[in-house]
């Protein structure tokens, strides 16, 4: 297993290459923030207010910043990626609202979720809203090209969700069908977020699809580390909370793992406590014990740093620069971060 | 007032217009239903098999015979209104989704709503996928105008959702917020579907607008003559149920009009039933007397007559033909109506 920050391949790596990514393009980022601010308004408040509570919230603005990065990466001198990025960050509150409201989630970034605050119905109405507004700007915006790679990402997202929703509780699932999921729900928007900005500097179809490629396993990697994070208790630092996966019937890489290798006991613990949803207090640690006991975080951390291999060598495409150098090191981040 | 089919201001008026549209503009119609039955495909089967539940039900398909309509009035002979009636069906498909999770209801046309039948998450999720197919659909069509247009109304739609839920239960609403909220959740589809017609067939701004205009006091009249469906017992032909507004303390116009001539305990009485939602079985019939007692029914229906002619006179703007009188026909249809 690959230690988390001390043995890293990359020894120059820096301890948050998100940190370095967001103070390389700072200015570039408060102008998409403005954007956001600017263009989430309505004359309906209840709009507003609600979609400010979450954006103002803040996170990490990680997929907005992977199209301002893609777009530095080739030297682009334009504004248009900061309209895009706004996109970018609109479509992925909208599905974050309707995934709170699917999920009944009470928490999202440290705080009351939406909907736990505003009600389920308003939850549904603003994610339509951004969604919308997502499809307002790239018209504004003006690229076909553009708006075939977010469109056809938004609709890939709600499949994934979909197929997500359909494994719940199914304790047959199998890794392809996880891949599958998160491939969707999770790394595509990472995809096409990398993959507009080296649209808009008009680079070669080899070199958007080599951001696309960085983008899609960057999001695997990053998806395959939440969901190893939903088992370990460093997570309740910022604000999430910890077993919510487990809680909801989610069938993750880990769970998938540990069930392969499960004792007919252990099986049976598992049909209880995710396809049953009969839980106690306890069936949460026992969990943890399990995946302790078959080393599957480890191994779905391995799996993480397959992805980030992928992604890295993505990259080679492109001309070598500081920028990605922190993208590369950003995908190893994302696996060994702590939130 | 004016009665029902037997005293129109015009006599050549069919039975049904929309009958008379539907017949004119069959193969068009014929292809628009190819197109969603196939673009409403997925690999994740419950997509499908949800979006064809409500899909297949049928309904007036009245949206994309607008588009249809508008771009046939020009002598239209490409094919592009095909697919941008299938999106303007989408979206439509999308909104009502959402609309019934917001409103937890468990009918729609005739039969058990999407959400009642299949759960509110996918529901959720099945319309962001509509909602993103028709983007998709757009985007291939390759007019910005179009994607300007059906962006906006998107936008709109959902602005006017959470417009309607911020005054449901508060009984000090007026008409101006009532007339707001219709024309945005629903008057501006019927706009935006008849002037993206009118776009496809490259007609002047003022013809486009013409057609908008027209779609905008056709969208107004039939959802006034909705809300006072609503509370007229004919309407349970069509397997919605009556009463739904008022079990669920919407502020339509009728009541908005019955509060403002109420006596003090009319008053009491709207303020406990739609206010503070508490309600017995016998205040539905309650609320029907005194909606009788101030004829407010037919007070709305004149409402929505205003509405039609704003919509005939604009249609004034284009040359005559059969078809023009149909979507004259079809104002005064869309209020007489029994469903």
């Known amino acids: 297993m690959h230690m988390p920050l001390t043995n890293q391949p990359n020894p120059t790596t820096p301890i948050n290459p998100l940190g370095a990514l967001t103070d390389l393009l700072q200015s570039d980022l408060l102008a998409v923030n403005a954007l956001i601010m600017q263009r989430m308004q309505s004359e309906v408040e209840l709009i507003p207010e609600l979609a400010g509570h979450l954006i103002a919230a803040g996170g990490k603005r990680i997929r907005p910043l992977l199209t301002l990065a893609s777009a530095a990466l080739f030297d682009y001198k334009g504004t248009r990626q900061h309209k895009l990025a706004a996109c970018v960050e609109f479509i992925h509150t909208a599905t974050l609202l309707h995934d709170d409201v699917v999920d009944d989630s009470n928490q999202r970034r440290g705080r009351s979720s939406a909907n736990a605050l505003f009600g389920n119905e308003p939850a ?115 604000g999430k909370s910890l077993g919510d996966d487990f809680k909801e019937g989610k069938m993750t890489l880990p769970v998938i793992r540990a069930i392969g290798k499960a004792s007919p006991a252990e099986r049976k613990f598992w049909r209880r406590c995710l396809g049953e949803m009969e839980q106690s207090d306890a069936d949460f640690h026992e969990a943890c014990a399990l995946l302790e006991k078959h080393k599957v975080l480890e191994e779905s951390l391995d799996e993480a740093h397959r992805y980030a291999e992928q992604g890295i060598a993505a990259l080679c495409a492109i001309e070598e620069s500081p920028l990605r150098g922190h993208l590369e090191d950003l995908i190893l981040f994302a696996i060994d971060r702590d939130y």
Chains 1, 2 share one sequence.
């Open 124 to 238: 549904v109405l603003v994610g339509d809203f951004l969604f919308s507004r997502a499809f307002q700007l790239m018209t504004e915006d003006g690229s076909l090209e553009v708006l075939r790679i977010l469109s056809g990402a938004s609709a890939v997202i709600a499949e994934g969700e979909v197929l997500q929703l359909a494994a719940t509780n199914d304790i047959e699932t199998d890794e392809a069908h996880y891949r599958r999921v998160i491939a969707a729900k999770t790394a595509e928007l990472f995809a096409a977020a990398c993959e507009v900005g080296a649209v808009v500097a008009e680079r070669s179809p080899a070199e958007c699809a080599a951001l696309r490629n960085y983008g899609m396993n960057l999001g695997m990697a990053f998806q395959i580390a939440d969901d190893v994070l939903d088992y370990a208790a460093k997570r309740e630092r910022l």
